[in-house]
T-cell receptor
């Protein structure tokens, strides 16, 4: 079956512009996660959604970052007034449920470059 | 709080040699541990995971890892390296709430012909 898909695969923007990144999870997966991977570093958790529950936003680095998800479908991560330090690969993952030990399936990521 | 340390940001082995990638963790609860592999310009792919039960876990592509509670380790091994194993490897521990993964910094594996 189809895996997690993300779009765009690459995005170049100018400092101060807003960007929107999209994630399409695996069908039937109730949990969805966003991570950020800066060059040469591990992944940092940003936010996760579980079904219709309120999202856990504890990893968002600033109020310029926000994310939405409608039900168990597509999610969008929005970064307002982008800064150069926002340059990174943004990875989305989904899992059947949000539970310890549950396998998270990752998309290919969106590579964001802020000039 | 959970944390992961991967010893060695770069590891280089010859083709056919043993691969050993080290991972140590810290967890306030019984850990659930994962190894993911990332090939260039691709997302992460699960190699194997430990939740409960047998401490020696076998994964895809001939990799295995052993959970050692006394050493707080979850090292990844493969008896004989193949050129296609060249990639970045991430160790992760499952957090409690939220149900996020906490990742190590990654180890880049290079295979020499």
């Amino acid at each position: 079956g189809a895996g997690v898909s993300q779009s765009p695969s690459n995005k170049v923007t100018e400092k101060g512009k807003d960007v929107e990144l999209r994630c399409d999870p695996i069908s039937g997966h109730t949990a969805l996660y966003w991570y950020r991977q800066r060059l040469g570093q591990g992944l940092e958790f940003l936010i996760y959604f579980q079904g219709n529950s309120a999202p856990d936003k504890s990893g968002l680095p600033s109020d310029r970052f926000s994310a939405e998800r409608t039900g168990e479908s597509v999610s969008t991560l929005t970064i307002q007034r982008t800064q150069q330090e926002d340059s990174a690969v943004y990875l989305c993952a989904s899992s059947l449920v949000a539970a310890r030990g549950e396998t998270q399936y990752f998309g290919p990521g969106t590579r964001l470059l802020v000039l | 709080a959970q944390s992961v340390t991967q010893l060695g940001s770069h590891v280089s082995v010859s083709e056919g040699a043993l691969v050993l990638l080290r991972c140590n963790y810290s967890s306030s609860v019984p850990p659930y541990l994962f190894w993911y592999v990332q090939y260039p310009n691709q997302g992460l792919q699960l190699l194997l995971k430990y939740t409960t039960g047998a401490t020696l876990v076998k994964g895809i592509n001939g990799f295995e890892a052993e959970f050692k509670k006394s050493e707080t380790s979850f090292h990844l091994t493969k008896p004989s390296a193949h050129m296609s194993d060249a990639a970045e490897y991430f160790c992760a521990v499952s957090d409690t709430r939220p149900q996020k993964l906490v990742f190590g910094q990654g180890t880049r594996l290079t295979i020499n012909p």
